[in-house]
């Protein structure tokens, strides 16, 4: 596969990765006021969102340490601006 093509790939490999990881997140805190055990929520929830990511990493790594290292850069440029979101005026999300 083309080297610029790979990269790419990896790059939106590790934002998907982040919007998986960090909606998850996001669903499990909007949950957590009405849940019976909240700890085991947070908890499972935690230990699933890190094992699918790692899996998902480790799939990407599988093309080199350049590819994990776009992987990378993808999951936490979508956490940049997902904090920028949030402390922007106009968050716009409920």
């Given at each position: 596969?083309?080297?610029?093509?790979?990269?790419?790939?990896?790059?939106?490999?590790?934002?998907?990765?982040?919007?998986?990881?960090?909606?998850?997140?996001?669903?499990?805190?909007?949950?957590?006021?009405?849940s019976?055990?909240?700890?085991?929520?947070?908890?499972?929830?935690?230990?699933?969102r890190?094992?699918?990511?790692?899996?998902?990493?480790?799939?990407?790594?599988?093309?080199?340490?350049?590819?994990?290292?776009?992987?990378?850069?993808?999951?936490?440029?979508?956490k940049?601006?997902?904090?920028?979101?949030?402390?922007?005026?106009?968050?716009?999300?409920?």
């Amino acid at each position: 596969m083309n080297e610029s093509l790979t990269m790419a790939l990896s790059l939106a490999s590790g934002i998907f990765l982040g919007i998986f990881y960090f909606g998850g997140l996001w669903l499990t805190l909007k949950r957590l006021s009405e849940s019976r055990q909240p700890a085991l929520l947070t908890l499972a929830s935690f230990l699933m969102r890190s094992a699918l990511c790692l899996f998902g990493f480790y799939l990407v790594a599988g093309h080199g340490l350049e590819a994990l290292a776009f992987c990378l850069a993808g999951f936490v440029a979508l956490k940049f601006a997902l904090i920028y979101r949030m402390n922007s005026p106009h968050k716009g999300v409920d």
